[in-house]
């Protein structure tokens, strides 16, 4: 049996054990030694990143939009066929995580199993949705703060909030992870109120206001425009699911990824089921799909499914409370949307995706230029000084929906040659410290329903045929094989062959301590159905 020596740790080539070497002591320094960004995340922070971090004002207006084109029951279809697509996302990002916890996440293991030129494509479509995400939630919580008082303009609140969230993002990941588990906290009791509400109004329990039970279900309807509805509402769940992903970038940061990964993955499952479903399901429970604010309304609490349920069940003063809501809401959106660019930002430039300079970190781990470049683009937000914030809101969903699933579909092929390579150079899947449920039809499951909604997203925009729509719905998705053939053709790289794949760079350590999810304390394989409930 021989030794070869890759990274910090020396691993055994038949691959059953990684024992310590010399230069162990990498792997126990508070900075990472090869991103130069702190491990100060905890497992608490990160699973409740994956739970509630980037639920943001999205969901909570967003889905207003969605529920007005698409009515109650094609809203439960988006965020189902959605939500069953980013189970399985997470399904093969938990295996290929947790096996290598490095910087760069996916764009780094998509250079690894299928060619560098397909990781700068993924890396860069990866950026576009949290800039478009990021500009989003400046559009928000600065119309927000107009919707209160107007004595300040909408560009002097986004300056302020500019300069506020770019100082708090330097304090470092520390302050970034306790910031985030508080308010992602706020955010979960808020949406559990609201489900609350939701059963005693619709049960006639609230003084003042009929028993609805279904009633919208039945006047308008469940579909407020048959499949064109359907399709439409599936571009506005794509981007109220993005960030589900996190976990990955996030995973170099973290104190103990091997506890903390698997854990926060397998949260996702709750995620989906309780925040997205139950979004779902009590927003066109409580609020009619033709209700006038819902297409157009003075601000974007007015929007909000939310407020019009409160104002129906008598509070007209209820847009406060909601505007407070996604007030919370937007702090910790725009916090973890300059958070993840700035990492994916970082970690492209340290490979030679990005300009090099936003590679640098301080002595703290802080990324200052890759945080500075990220926030920069929230000026995005300021189409709305032009457009209104209704349109920019729109515009900025469109083109962030179809790199969602270009990434995700990536996702899952990167998973599928990962696969190959690990069974070509001799491989057991029982060797692996998080086993991705369901494979290979699983991860096939995650590509070709990518792939299929990249295109079928702006369908809606094909009749009547709206130009400007359509261009701002399919613009973006030439760009992913642009960037990949010119870069390969530029830089001359090469499509890996399975042999010829480095499976053992940047694998963890506690390799055989990750197996407890799949095995009992005799070392047995657990039964199907408990690796099933653990997987939850």
Known sequence: MSISQKGSATILEDHETAIPSKDDGGDFRAIDPHTGVKRGLKTRHLSMMALAGIIGPGLLVGSGGALHSGGPASLLIGFGVIGLIAFSIMQSLGELTTLYPSGGAFTDLGDRFIDKAFGVAVGWNYLIIWVCVLANEYNVISSVMVDWSDKVPLWGYFLIFWFAFLGFQLLGVETFGEAEF???LVKLMGLVAYFIFSIVYVSGGVKGADAIGFKYWHDPGPFA???RGVASVFVFCSTFYAGVESVAVAATETK??????????????????????????????????NAPDLSGGGSHALKSPMTIALHNAGWANGTHLINAFIFVTCLSAVNSSIYIGSRTLLYMAQDGKAPKFLGWTDRRGVPVYAILFTNACGAL???????????????????????????WGAISLIHIRFRAAWKVQGHSPDELPYKSLWYPWNAYFGLISNVFLAFVQGWSTLAPFDAGNFVDAYILLPLFPVIYFVYKFTFKTRLWRPHEVDLQAGRRRDLDEAKEVERGADGRPLPWWTRIFASL
């Open 182 to 184: 508080w308010l992602a």
């Open 381 to 407: 937000s300021m189409m709305n000084v032009s457009t209104g914030a209704s349109k920019a809101y729109g515009y900025i969903i469109n083109l962030s929906g179809v790199s969602t699933f270009l990434v």
């Open 225 to 227: 425009d048959g499949f």
């Open 256 to 289: 103990n990824p091997g506890v903390a990964v698997p854990h926060s993955i397998r949260q996702v499952f709750i995620r989906i089921v309780v925040v997205y479903m139950g979004c779902a399901f009590f927003f066109g429970l409580t609020c009619p799909s």
